[in-house]
T-cell receptor, first 117, second 114 residues
Framework: GAVVSQHPSWVICKSGTSVKIECRSL??????MFWYRQFPKQSLMLMAT?????????EQGVEKDKFLINHASLTLSTLTVTSAHPEDSSFYIC?????????????FGPGTRLTVT | SQKIEQNSEALNIQEGKTATLTCNYT??????LQWYRQDPGRGPVFLLL?????KEKRKERLKVTFDTTLKQSLFHITASQPADSATYLC?????????????FGAGTRLAVHP
């Protein structure tokens, strides 16, 4: 149980275009999902917290107008990288908070490799 | 600001031995610590969670300890196997309400040699 999927698993786009990444909890409902970014050999950095039915909460230094998050249902959150630039190339990972767990076990998706040319 | 520190050097051990990975944190004591496994190009996989009032937690060949005096958590894999080779991440959270933000360490890469 507790499976989280991401789509696409990798994407290459041209500079200036937008890319949408989907994160789905397949066998449970998640009111809260998180979006992380990971550069090579570095730790996961939390970008934003996505709450179903409300606006996302962004971490300091993350541009909310550039990284648009929509959590339209209890099983789906999307991250759209707008006007992508080469420096946005990274490994984007989502996670979903498993319900009913007081301390919050997060289940992660397999990640999306974004390359901006 | 709060930091999670893990040994950035890879840990190489022989199959069958016990692997011990260290996670140190600064400043405040977290409500809990979590350990994850990450394989190259994949998302992290949850392994164990230990709360601040717990000294030790076990799951099959895995054992985690939490020492709030030393501000340290140790992660042990007994009877290690080559399949245990991966990067292991330590993460801390502060629990309250409906969700919790995690701060991750950079991870320690473990290589188990046959």
């Amino acid at each position: 149980g507790a499976v989280v999927s991401q789509h696409p698993s990798w994407v290459i786009c041209k500079s200036g275009t937008s890319v949408k990444i989907e994160c789905r909890s397949l066998d449970f409902q998640a009111t809260t999902m998180f979006w992380y970014r990971q550069f090579p050999k570095q730790s996961l950095m939390l970008m934003a917290t996505s709450n179903e039915g409300s606006k996302a909460t962004y971490e300091q230094g993350v541009e909310k107008d550039k990284f648009l998050i929509n959590h339209a249902s209890l099983t789906l959150s999307t991250l759209t990288v707008t006007s992508a630039h080469p420096e946005d190339s990274s490994f984007y990972i989502c996670s979903a908070l498993f319900p009913g767990q007081g301390a919050g076990e997060q289940y992660f998706g397999p990640g999306t490799r974004l390359t901006v040319t | 600001s709060q930091k999670i520190e893990q040994n950035s050097e890879a840990l190489n051990i022989q199959e069958g031995k016990t692997a011990t990975l260290t996670c140190n944190y600064t400043n405040y004591s977290p409500a809990y610590l979590q350990w994850y496994r990450q394989d190259p190009g994949r998302g992290p996989v949850f392994l164990l969670l230990i709360r601040e009032n717990e000294k030790e937690k076990r799951k099959e060949r895995l054992k985690v300890t939490f020492d709030t005096t030393l501000k340290q958590s140790l992660f042990h894999i007994t009877a290690s196997q080559p399949a245990d080779s991966a990067t292991y991440l330590c993460a801390q959270g502060r629990g309250s309400g409906g969700y919790n933000k995690l701060i991750f360490g950079a991870g320690t890469r473990l290589a188990v040699h046959p």
